[in-house]
């Protein structure tokens, strides 16, 4: 059975500074890789899908890679600002399935 | 651009009730799925549907039903509502298994 985590389950840090979240799944058999947001009382926000065959994404400040031989993926967000608090929450795909399998998530805040 | 659109937001239900949860998406997508998100517990998925007609069951269904007798439309059913089923529901859709799933914004419902 896939299980995903992601640790440190809340990290607090000071506006502008680089940050790496981890997600790590124990199942390397997947399609594919999604990295969400999630704001207090909201739904889930898209942020970066990754396909088994690719290493990284990006889209503006945020960067996500993936290691499917080692069952990890990071989300890397560049000179953060309050308004990326938030809970991100990474998702598995496996192979020839079609449920996404959740980690709890990371809550993030980041402070002025 | 409404993309996943859920009813009603909240809901106060008492045990042994029934009620219908609606998941409308104007994106024309194949694959739509009904999750449950419960603290520390991520989210798990309830049922999902692989197009108009098809069914089926994910990692928690007991205790609910779906039907997806239009493609935009996913309705999630509980026949006589628990406590246990006390959750926040979220709704999602893809055009296949391995695109980016969109979420959403949940629907938060008690059950006393």
């Known amino acids: 059975k896939q299980e995903v985590t992601q640790i440190p389950a809340a990290l607090s840090v000071p506006e502008g500074e680089n940050l790496v979240l981890n997600c790590s799944f124990t199942?390397?058999?997947?399609?594919?890789l999604q990295w969400f947001r999630q704001d207090p009382g909201k739904g889930l926000t898209s942020l970066l899908l990754?396909?088994?065959?690719?290493r990284e994404q990006t889209s503006g400040r945020l960067n996500a890679s993936l290691d499917k031989s080692s069952g990890r993926s990071t989300l890397y967000i560049a000179a953060s600002q309050p308004g990326d608090s938030a809970t991100y929450l990474c998702a598995v795909r496996p192979g020839g399935g079609n449920k996404l399998t959740f980690g709890t998530g990371t809550q993030l805040k980041v402070e002025l | 651009n409404a993309g996943v659109t859920q009813t009603p937001k909240f809901r106060v239900l008492k045990t042994g009730q029934s009620m219908t949860l609606l998941c409308a998406q104007d994106?024309?997508?194949?694959?739509m799925y009904w999750y449950r998100q419960d603290p520390g517990m991520g989210l798990r998925l309830i049922h999902y549907?692989?197009?108009?007609?098809?069914?089926a069951k994910g990692e928690v269904p007991d205790g609910y039903n779906v039907s997806r007798l239009k493609k935009q439309n996913f309705l999630l059913g509980l026949e006589s509502a628990a406590p246990s089923q006390t959750s926040v529901y979220f709704c999602?859709?893809?055009?296949?298994?391995?695109?980016?799933?969109?979420f959403g914004q949940g629907t938060r419902l008690t059950v006393v």
């Open positions: 990754i396909q088994s065959s690719q």
């Open positions: 994106m024309n997508h194949e694959y």
């Open positions: 999602a859709s893809s055009t296949s298994q391995n695109t980016e799933a969109f």
């Open positions: 199942d390397s058999a997947i399609y594919n």
């Open positions: 549907s692989v197009g108009e007609g098809t069914t």
